[in-house]
């Protein structure tokens, strides 16, 4: 079969912002006791954190990590994490039903982000708490001193300001199962209020506001205009949040799911214009995606710890371990990113380490690249610079999901130095080769750079620490240009990226 592609130069959809390849850490199961912080690993640094996680991290250059929640968040008091550790409480969390034991707070974290070559994207609880927890969060951190707050902070050892310029203001407060969930109308009018009170102390805040937690919920789209009319003026993003599973086992279907998320974005932006144009405004909200993955190998046994009713410490929560099928979805919802950067500007994997993350490890053991690390890693790697229109001519299927799903899924990134042009492709094909051709226009003497693929004989094939490399890129040369095409041969069921020099 083959698929017939045009990459034009000028055919732009969006300069894509760095902040697409950003990444999410909850203070949940393993994330931070295990996953980022572990003093008595063999690799631990003089503060505590993982060296050998800390190089896969770096490795992924993800440019902002959001933090500490999550459902966590919504009934997190931040100052239970600061001072002494000696002095700092244990609470009970009620998201997860574990025990928290607050080692790890927002200094520390502000310091693991530097170590990581990242910035911190924080959230402040508008579920049990509000307006003025929030305005003296942000005075701690980002006050130089001479006030109570920044003081205070000083006084713990930290003299100098964090300057966290992106703000979460809540997190999934749509969703009954959130503590303080409230209805769209009390939200909207909470954010506001908090928002204003946040730009008080500085403009230049870039503030996210809830959106749907899942396109599924019956309150979806409403939410967001009923929290855009209320809030919009004082806002810059409005975040949404989506999971991928294929509990029925079934490839296709699975696949397809990327469409459900291009809808979503879609529908998003007509309300985020409608609400627009009802406001007379000239701002155009953005999109903060700060929640998304395939989620659901775990699920049972989450279930299970949970039952149990033990309130543990640091269990080993939503712990998915995912598949070389896994690959191939993470591939499409980047793709899906890349092609719709016009409107999603912030994109969050969650999670970065051990809660269904690219990053996995054992305790006082190793540490090792999940088999979805890889899209991710090639995406953020040099997924930057301008995304193209591409115009793609080739078979489809149908599922149940959505009808004519193309078999090749496909996006295109001029790079900001203008010297490269890279493809990332997914052959949806289960049991057939696609031969692409790839039309390139206003890119003469093109020449291949490289060309990586990921494929495996078994879509259930993982990463274990003792087998790290079970599934992993390889390069190939499948790839020739000719004639301004390129033409190459995508496995069934592959992963692909293409790297030409332009």
């Excluded at 592609?5 to 390849?21: C, E, P, W």
């Excluded at 980022?36 to 690993?41: L, T």
């Excluded at 206003?442 to 790290?468: C, K, S, W, Y």
């Amino acid at each position: 079969m083959k698929t017939n592609v045009v990459a034009h130069r000028d055919f732009r959809i969006a300069t894509i912002d760095a902040r697409l390849y950003s990444s999410f850490l909850e203070h949940l199961g393993r994330a931070i006791y295990g996953g980022i912080y572990e003093p008595g690993h063999p690799t631990a640094d003089e503060d505590g954190f993982r060296r050998d996680v800390l190089d896969l991290v770096r490795d992924l250059d993800t440019p902002y990590c959001r933090y500490p929640g999550g459902n966590f968040v919504s009934a997190y008091n931040w100052e239970d994490g600061v001072g002494p550790r000696s002095e700092r409480p244990v609470r009970l969390d009620l998201a997860w039903r574990t025990r928290e034991a607050n080692q790890i707070g927002v200094n520390e974290f502000v310091d693991w982000c530097k170590k990581a070559n990242t910035k911190p994207m924080l959230a402040v609880n508008l579920g049990s708490r509000g307006l003025d927890a929030a305005r003296n969060f942000l005075e701690y951190c980002n006050h130089p001193g001479g006030t109570y707050w920044s003081d205070l902070r000083r006084k713990h050892g930290w003299s100098n300001p964090h300057d966290v310029k992106l703000w979460c203001l809540g997190n999934e407060m749509d969703g009954p199962w959130q503590v303080g969930h409230k209805s769209a109308y009390e939200y909207g009018r909470l954010a506001d209020e908090t928002a204003k009170a946040m730009r008080g102390f500085d403009k230049s805040l870039e503030l996210v506001v809830c959106g749907s937690s899942n396109s599924d919920m019956k309150t979806y789209p409403d939410w967001e205009a009923q929290v855009l009319e209320q809030c919009y003026d004082s806002a810059d993003y409005i975040s949404l949040h989506m999971y991928f599973a294929n509990r029925e086992k079934n490839t296709l279907n699975y696949l397809s799911r990327a469409t459900k998320l291009d809808r979503y974005i879609t529908t998003i932006g007509g309300v985020i214009d409608y609400i627009k144009a009802k406001k007379r405004s000239k701002k155009t909200i953005g999109i903060s995606f700060d929640e998304w993955n395939v989620w659901y190998h775990s699920n049972q046994q989450d279930k299970d710890i949970l039952a149990r009713d033990e309130w543990p410490d640091a269990p080993h929560l939503l712990e998915d371990v995912y598949n070389f099928e896994d690959v191939l979805q993470v591939g499409g919802i980047l793709n899906t990113f890349i092609r719709r950067s016009d409107r999603v500007r912030i994109a969050c994997i969650a999670q970065l380490v051990n809660v269904i993350a690219p990053i996995m490890t054992e305790d006082g053991g190793a540490a090792w690249r999940q088999t979805i690390y890889y899209p991710f890693y090639y995406a953020s790697r040099y997924g930057r610079g301008t995304a193209l229109q591409l115009v793609v001519d080739g078979p489809t299927y149908d599922s149940d999901e959505e009808n004519e799903v193309p078999y090749l899924d496909v996006s295109a990134v001029h790079s900001e130095d203008g010297r490269t042009l890279t493809f990332f492709a997914v052959n949806r094909h289960p049991d057939t080769t696609l031969d692409l051709d790839v039309r390139l226009e206003g890119f003469g003497g093109a020449r291949l750079i490289e060309q990586v693929e990921m494929t495996h004989g078994d879509l259930e094939a993982v990463n274990t620490a003792q087998r790290p490399q079970t599934v992993a890129p390889v390069q190939v040369e499948s790839a020739k240009i000719e004639d301004g095409r390129v033409r190459a041969a995508l496995k069934p069921l592959s992963y692909n990226v293409i790297r030409l020099s332009v």
